[in-house]
């Protein structure tokens, strides 16, 4: 009896040992294949990238209120490889949103908008949807209401007008009402056009911001696809 007590201690002992000296389980990191399928999802969204001057709508009763909110968005890199495109409202004084990360999942074929609410305290919000016909389709559930919220964002005009559009579905049944709406100009743009602007040698898309490296000027279309250059300039001026 003594020696069968003895052994099981020493087995659960052991058994102790081995999970406190066991490495934590770390999250698988993405392939450079899966990295690049992710970033090319991405660039389909590619119009959305610069700053948007945009004017809120929103019926209260008989009377519709409106707003003015200027939206940036722009590339992001990490040194992983990984990219992804954030966004930010009003310099982080939105109407319903401060700011986000648009990223693209490769297992699940969809995109994510992780939008951080306005109201005070409120937790982040993720909205998976897909890209069809160059509108950005993403919803969310709310768990304890049951109601889901839809958010469409597209570009139009060339890329010169943007199109933000939110609906809710009460209880997760029935049809979509319309919640509010932003829509407006690129900053600096006009229904007008005017010439093509260089290619982003980043991310590919319309660039106004020129950088330089060993003597030539290369063209950039936000502060993130600069910073990127920027570390990696040989790389791209390929």
Not at 8 to 25: H, K, V
Not at 167 to 174: A, L, S, T, V
Not at 180 to 190: P, R, T
């Amino acid at each position: 009896m003594l020696q069968r007590t003895l052994c099981r201690a020493a087995l659960a002992a052991g058994l102790l040992a081995a999970g406190l000296t066991a490495a934590p389980a770390q999250d698988k990191k993405p392939s450079a294949a899966d990295q690049a399928k992710a970033r090319k999802a991405l660039q389909e969204v590619q119009d959305f990238i610069g700053t948007w001057n945009l004017e809120g709508t929103q019926k209260d009763g008989a009377k519709t209120v409106a707003w003015k909110e200027q939206v940036k968005w722009g590339w992001k890199f990490n040194k992983d490889g990984d990219a992804w495109i954030s966004v930010s409202f009003a310099e982080g004084k939105g109407k319903y949103f401060t700011t986000g990360e648009l990223k693209y999942d490769v297992e699940k074929k969809l995109y994510a908008l992780t939008l951080t609410p306005s109201a005070k305290g409120a937790a982040a919000q993720t909205y998976t949807g897909t890209l069809k016909g160059g509108l950005l389709k993403v919803e969310h559930k709310d768990e304890k209401t049951k109601d889901v919220y839809r958010l469409t964002l597209n570009t139009a005009a060339e890329g010169i007008r943007f199109v933000f559009k939110a609906e809710k579905q009460d209880g997760g049944k029935g049809l979509f009402a319309s919640a509010y709406a932003m829509n407006g100009n690129k900053d600096g743009e006009s229904i007008a056009g005017g010439t093509k602007k260089p290619e982003c040698i980043v991310s590919g898309g319309a660039a106004s911001m020129a950088v330089t490296y060993n003597g030539k000027t290369y063209y950039v279309c936000c502060s993130g696809c600069r910073d990127e250059f920027n570390a990696n300039p040989a790389k791209y001026a390929k």
